[in-house]
């Protein structure tokens, strides 16, 4: 039973206070050397090519039309020219550097400012020969159609469309502050950029930029909250339907200091976006939690306008070389390791440490108990797990479900074992204990009765897993279940974690877990050992693969 609908999304509200440097691994590409300016990169998003807005052929220095290249640089064409020239003394100045794909459709989402600005879509899926050429100075032609057109007087400086729930987001000047609008992508024929859709955030300043989480329900946005003379940009994460600020990101530090440009990684985990608090414009990036900020660029020239890969790994970006002034497109690789370090579950609060003994138990306990609310959400450790050994993740194991200093009043509980691969292509496991699965309630049906000497365990569990089901990355594994201990209620989570020993089956693979003693028991195995969870935690020692 395959589940990727159960997610669950934390945000902790925070500013940045501390950077982490450059990573050693990530290594940069030059993918454009032409003396015209080449920015601003948009990848497809079947990472088959990256756009880029230029102005090779235009006739004006702000000029932009749109060309593509491969993602090694090479084949560079123009893709969408606009070459019409009225009024005359205008020039071509052709399209703004905002651009979006219209999901897989092949299709773009462009702003052009030709005569009256107009945020519209261009059909490159039905083109058979490039560039598609735009001669009309206003309205819908061959290619172009009109999804807003932007009063005179006013401005639209960002749009962002989300894949997920096919909605459109735009600032814009209205006016004066800026306004922060959506609507559905569909409804979108035309109509004035100030009036179309729901504003949703009104009387801010200086939008720099706005990116949709990939699963649409939240917005990133670059403001200037209260007045821009006060203070620059930050990042905002906010509710994409109310406009809601749920976590403030960055907390620039002054007049002249800005976050802007965010873009959010595919994979949900990083937003990347520009910012000048080192001094030149540089590419950083940041958890939507507000940890983890990284300085990607450290060169001492302006580096802006980033777009991540497909896979999350890569980011292209402009920079405006120093000595020369010239614009080009470069590629940092490595940005986002492919592999994960394991994270908590639940909070950090422990209950009781791994190889501590308790009274009652004849062995040191050989996982980490936290402490969990019934019924909590319980989170993968990381990406790429599967159900697995077979027979291993039940509803009753052994003393899951009760303890006692009698032995004749414990009962069994729900335990769910997850392999997952590290890095180095090993396997690990990790037990997930006092956790139920439960796709829909009622998870548990809890008749316990008593106290005491007289207490009477009667709990049966829900556990729908099937071996080899898979667990990624935010997938729910299970939910805190019901857990007694000496007759009262103790619930919390359990982590034990297994290395297994490549020497079964004549030293040729990996061997599974005991099949008992789960919870307590000597660490070391021939099969393997039990590592400390805190230990296993946040170390890219055991990084996790997908």
């Known amino acids: ?183 559905p992508f569909s409804t979108l024929t035309g109509q004035p950029s100030n009036t179309a859709g729901t504003a949703i955030l009104q009387g801010s300043e200086n939008s720099q930029g706005l990116a949709y989480s990939p699963d649409g329900t939240q917005l990133v946005v670059s403001l200037c909250l209260g007045s821009c003379i006060s203070g620059g940009n930050d990042l905002y994460i906010i509710n994409a339907s109310t406009g809601a600020i749920i976590t403030p990101l960055t907390s620039n530090g002054g007049v002249g200091l800005n976050n802007t440009e965010p873009t959010w990684s595919p994979t949900g985990q990083w937003i990347a976006f520009t910012s000048n608090s080192a001094g030149n414009n540089g590419i950083w990036m940041i958890r939507p939690d507000g940890t983890g900020l990284t300085q990607i660029t450290t060169d001492q020239n302006s580096n802006f306008g980033s777009g991540w890969s497909p896979n999350g790994t890569m980011l292209a970006f402009t920079k405006q070389d120093a000595t020369t002034g010239n614009y080009d497109i470069w590629l940092a690789s490595n940005v986002v390791s492919s592999c994960s370090t394991p994270v908590r579950p639940v909070p950090d609060t422990v209950l009781l440490g791994f190889g501590q003994v308790v009274g009652w138990a004849t062995e040191p306990h050989n996982g980490t108990d936290y402490e969990s609310a019934l019924s909590n959400a319980i989170i993968s450790v990381g990406p790429g797990g599967v159900i697995e050994p077979p027979g291993y993740t039940k509803n009753d194991a052994s ?83 019901p857990y007694y201990l000496n007759g009262k209620h103790d619930e919390h989570l359990h982590i034990s974690v297994f290395v297994p020993n490549k020497s079964c089956a004549n030293g040729t693979a990996y061997c599974q877990p005991p099949r008992q003693g789960w919870g307590y028991s000597q660490p070391t195995f021939p099969s393997g050992e039990y590592i400390d969870p805190e230990t296993f935690f946040g170390n890219p020692q055991y990084c996790l693969v997908p």
């Open 1 to 183: 039973m395959i589940r990727y609908s159960r997610w669950v999304t934390v945000l902790i509200l925070g500013l940045m206070v501390f950077a982490t440097r450059i990573a050693a691994q990530i290594t940069f590409k030059q993918l454009t050397t032409d003396p015209s300016i080449d920015r601003y990169p948009l990848w497809r998003t079947d990472g088959s090519r990256i756009l880029f807005s230029s102005n090779r052929n235009s006739s004006v220095a702000n000029g932009n039309d749109i060309w593509d290249m491969n993602p090694d640089g090479s084949d560079q064409r123009a893709l969408v020219e606009v070459v019409v020239s009225t009024p005359p003394a205008w020039g071509d100045s052709g399209l703004g550097t905002p651009k979006a794909f219209i999901g897989a459709t092949g299709d773009l989402i462009v702003l052009e400012t030709q005569d009256f600005w107009e945020v519209m879509r261009v059909a490159l899926s039905t083109a058979t020969t490039f560039p598609i050429v735009r001669t009309v100075w206003n309205g819908n032609d061959m290619y172009f159609t009109d999804l807003l057109n932007v009063p005179g007087g006013q401005n639209v400086t960002a749009f962002a469309l989300s894949p997920n729930t096919q909605t459109l987001a735009w600032a814009g000047y209205v006016g004066g502050p800026s306004q922060l609008r959506t609507a």
């Open 399 to 481: 003393r899951f479900g009760a303890i006692s200093k009698d032995p004749k009043l414990d009962g069994k509980g729900p335990a769910i074992w997850v392999k997952y691969k590290l890095a180095t292509g090993a396997p690990i496991y990790v037990l997930y204990g006092h956790t139920a699965d439960c796709p829909a309630p009622p998870c548990w049906n809890d008749e316990s009765t008593g106290s005491g000497a007289s207490f009477h365990f009667n709990c049966t569990y829900t556990m729908d897993w099937q071996t080899k089901n898979p667990i990624s990355a935010a997938t729910i594994a299970g939910f805190t279940a």
